[in-house]
Nanobody, 126 residues
Framework: VQLQASGGGLVQPGGSLRLSCATSGFTLDYYAIGWFRQAPGKEREGVSCISKTGENTYYADSVKGRFTVSRDNARNTVYLQMTGLKPEDTAVYYC????????????????????WGQGTLVTVSS
């Protein structure tokens, strides 16, 4: 099982970025994918999650209305569209996967996930 986040970079406040999580080594159709971030000196926090079918999506309050998660199982890729970026969104962003049998109880908790990818750095600064 491999996941690789990409698409990070330097962006001005108010700008947008789209992160991608490329997956391999497993059938994405059966897995929920979560996005997490970790700022320097802070705990890793859940940002968003998308269920295996895409029917259910979840967002942290801090990003609701600004971030949108989506998935393309045919391309084995999950996306996180980020708009209205703020300096406090600066962090390393990670994607993670969990085999999903039933609806996730805690989709934004890192303990829910079994597989993690390398992160991608997002810096929001003028």
């Amino acid at each position: 099982v491999q996941l690789q986040a990409s698409g990070g970079g330097l962006v001005q406040p108010g700008g947008s970025l789209r992160l991608s999580c490329a997956t391999s080594g497993f059938t994405l159709d059966y897995y929920a994918i979560g996005w997490f971030r970790q700022a320097p000196g802070k705990e890793r926090e859940g940002v968003s999650c998308i269920s295996k079918t895409g029917e259910n999506t979840y967002y942290a309050d801090s990003v609701k209305g600004r971030f949108t998660v989506s998935r393309d199982n045919a391309r084995n890729t999950v996306y996180l569209q980020m708009t209205g970026l703020k300096p406090e969104d600066t962090a390393v962003y990670y994607c993670a996967a969990v085999f999903q049998l039933v609806r996730l109880r805690a989709p934004l908790q890192k303990e829910t996930y079994d597989y993690w990818g390398q992160g991608t750095l997002v810096t929001v600064s003028s």
